[in-house]
């Protein structure tokens, strides 16, 4: 073979070999078109070669499972304990007190004792009626934007042990929707008008998820004293964890109301922290 046979020779292979991969190159170039508009009258693109992919575990061979769907794990409802006799006193650090007043909202007194508890940055409780709060829940709605707590004093105002536990029910649950209209929670905490207690009392507000707080002191401002008789009666009374008893409504309330801007500022000079209960949950 003479040299420029050799060479013609490599020249034609040479030729060949571009050709071939010109066409395997177009060929995959129509393969990716037809891929990515979607034509399906095409043969599907095959996977790259490699080890084949491995089956997903199952959820229980992972040591930490990741959660399913939004927001955080559901938790068991806490259960309220059924107490056999009201709280009467609180527990807290130092020398803490707690202020409640009954039988309210009026609007004749509940706005000026609002006004002096956050002069001072107060908060306290409130045990309301459902037939005074279902006509006043402007001052219900202001006791939650302040801090305050509310608690269900009943409907009526009733003895609770001449009543039925229908009765019982109706008077506390009623409350309960009234508060939870204007307050914007249902309350977590009750007192039964006069102090008078009985079995299903306490059961109920636990069904009803509250827990009975009473006093320690009563200043017995419904009985119409001078309002010196009342701040006399709480600072003889001060000391830690004293629940104080006063009223804002259910007669002539306006010695409560000056005897609260005078024993009030004394208090907390004397080194007393006004505060409200936290709840403990069986």
């Known amino acids: 073979m003479t040299k420029d046979q050799f060479l013609t020779r490599l020249l034609s292979r ?3 070999l571009l050709v071939g991969a010109a066409a395997v190159g177009a060929a995959g170039t129509a393969g990716l078109f037809a891929a990515g508009t979607g034509d399906t009258s095409k043969r599907p693109v095959l996977p790259a070669a490699g080890p084949p992919a491995r089956r997903p575990l199952k959820p229980s061979a992972y040591r930490l499972q990741p959660l399913t769907g939004y927001g955080p794990p559901r938790t ?9 006799e009201p709280l009467l006193r609180v527990s807290g650090r130092g020398r803490t007190m707690v202020l409640t007043f009954d039988d309210g909202p009026d609007p004749r007194y ?15 409780m409130f045990f309301v009626c459902g037939e005074m709060a279902v006509d006043n829940k402007d001052l ?5 934007d302040e801090g305050h707590v509310v608690g ?6 009733p003895l609770l042990t001449r009543l039925s536990r229908g009765r019982i029910r109706s008077e506390m649950e009623r409350t309960c929707d009234v508060i939870e209209e204007a307050y914007g929670e249902r309350p977590q905490w009750f007192r039964a008008p006069y102090g008078a ?3 299903a009392a306490f059961q109920l507000g636990a069904e009803l998820g509250m827990d009975p707080l009473a006093w320690t002191v009563d200043t017995l401002d419904w009985t119409a004293p001078a309002a010196r008789t009342i701040v006399g009666r709480v600072e003889n009374g001060a000391a830690p964890g004293v629940v104080v008893l006063s009223h804002d409504a259910g007669g002539d309330r306006s010695q409560s109301v000056r005897a609260l801007r005078d024993y009030l500022p004394q208090l907390l000079d004397s080194g007393y922290h006004i505060t409200v209960p936290r709840r403990h949950y069986a």
């Open 152 to 157: 269900n004093h009943t409907w009526s105002h």
């Open 197 to 199: 207690w009985n079995r």
């Open 110 to 124: 509940t706005p000026d004792i609002l006004d002096t508890l956050a002069e001072y940055d107060v908060r306290a």
């Open 76 to 84: 068991a409802p806490r259960r309220t304990l059924v107490r056999h």
């Open 140 to 144: 219900l709605t202001r006791m939650s």
């Open 14 to 16: 040479r030729r060949a």
